[in-house]
């Protein structure tokens, strides 16, 4: 089992910039790979990023690339992401994720979950 908690949501104005945090506890971080996904009001949840198990891999959705940034510290089992730019459009729960395979942008292909932090860009 891997235990996932993200943290640093918050209300931002358009334009700003927020970091989420997603700590890590269980087995062994470095052993995963890591995705962010968010949830918009109405809407499905969707595929943002994800990192590979060392860090050296990076994969976004078209939406966000260029904006977000996700990096790990598997020294401290954490993974990141650095938000832009945002707009309300990036207005959603966003939770993080682990799997065992770089790359993958379902749902399905992830086997660990956090429960999510609210993030709101106001215009």
């Known amino acids: 089992q891997v235990q996932l908690v993200e943290s640093g949501g918050g209300l931002v104005q358009a334009g700003g910039s927020l970091r989420l945090s997603c700590a890590a506890s269980?087995?062994?971080?470095?052993?995963?790979?890591m995705g962010w996904f968010r949830r918009a009001p109405g809407k499905e949840r969707e595929f943002v990023g994800c990192i590979s198990r060392s860090g050296s891999l990076t994969h976004y959705a078209d939406s966000v690339k260029g904006r977000f940034t996700i990096s790990r510290d598997n020294a401290k089992n954490m993974v990141y992401l650095q938000m832009n730019s945002l707009n309300p459009e990036d207005t959603a729960v966003y939770y993080c994720?682990?799997?065992?395979?770089?790359?993958?942008?379902?749902?399905?292909?992830?086997?660990?979950w956090g429960q999510g932090t609210q993030v709101t860009v106001s215009s």
């Open positions: 269980g087995r062994t971080f470095s052993n995963y790979a």
């Open positions: 994720a682990a799997g065992s395979l770089y790359g993958r942008s379902l749902e399905r292909e992830y086997d660990y």
